[in-house]
């Protein structure tokens, strides 16, 4: 059936049956409402990906967190690491010299100290 013909069928079966004193006011134009296109609302769209990347995040955290906290062996080694790199990086420090690239004079050096 052609779209017009049909059209004009239901335009001319609305016209015979006029609206009953039972329908809300304006109920007619709530319901054409409802049909017309629907308002884009970019704030929306973008509050809603924020809501499931921030739950998205939260599972992975979760994963990677009891994932870590299952193997043993794992925490052991990271605590023998950190204390490896801390013995390192005073090594370093007690290994460090001052030696300035520029001769102070008396004055100078008396108002520095």
């Known amino acids: 059936m052609k779209r017009h013909l049909l ?3 239901l ?3 609305a016209r015979h049956n006029p609206p009953a004193s039972q329908v809300p006011y304006a109920f007619e134009k709530r319901v054409m409402a409802r049909l017309g296109p629907p308002v884009r609302d970019e704030w929306t769209a973008i509050a809603r990906a924020l809501c499931w990347s ?4 939260c599972a992975i955290a979760m994963g990677i967190s009891i994932w870590a906290f299952a193997f ?3 925490r052991e ?7 490896e790199l ?7 420090i007690d290994d460090f010299k001052f030696e300035p690239d520029f001769d102070l004079i008396e004055g100078e050096l008396e108002s520095l100290q």
């Not at 080694?77 to 204390?83: D, E, K, L, N």
């Not at 801390?86 to 370093?92: K, M, R």
């Open 86 to 92: 801390e013995q390192t990086i005073l090594a370093s």
């Open 54 to 57: 921030a739950g998205a995040c």
């Open 77 to 83: 080694s990271a605590a023998t690491f950190s204390s």
């Open 11 to 13: 335009i001319r079966a």
């Open 72 to 74: 043993g062996e794992a």
């Open 7 to 9: 059209f004009e069928k």
